[in-house]
């Protein structure tokens, strides 16, 4: 799992890349990004297998944003990523994923 950020200050924007290692979870069919920058839409953002086992999307996201998110796995499970900026408890007894957007 990663998050690559690259900044456009001129644009006020962060491409962030999330990137989803699936290989030691089987072979999911479908993978989705979901979080507070799509208001927890379970089928919006769906991520792309780009090889061995790699689900990867990117999102253009404001500067000075912070956005909690999760994967969400062949409509059946949820997975954090372990490249989060850190984690918060969510109301379902598990944690999101975090990740911050600096404002440069």
């Known amino acids: 799992m990663s998050i690559v950020k ?4 001129k644009k ?3 491409r962030v890349t999330f990137k989803l ?3 030691a979870m089987g072979d999911p069919k479908k993978v989705f990004l979901v979080g507070e920058f799509n208001e927890w839409d379970l089928e919006l953002t769906r ?4 090889k061995g086992g790699i ?19 062949d409509g059946s499970w949820w997975e954090n990523d372990d ?8 109301p379902y ?6 990740v911050v957007i600096d404002n440069i």
Do not use: H, W
């Open 12 to 14: 006020k924007v962060c």
């Open 55 to 73: 689900f990867s999307v990117s999102l253009e996201l404001p500067l000075g944003t912070i956005y909690q998110f999760r994967y969400f796995i």
């Open 83 to 90: 490249a989060a900026d850190y984690y918060l408890p969510s």
């Open 21 to 23: 290692d699936t290989s």
């Open 6 to 9: 690259k900044y456009f200050p």
């Open 93 to 98: 007894d598990s944690d999101n994923s975090v």
């Open 47 to 50: 991520m792309k297998r780009v």
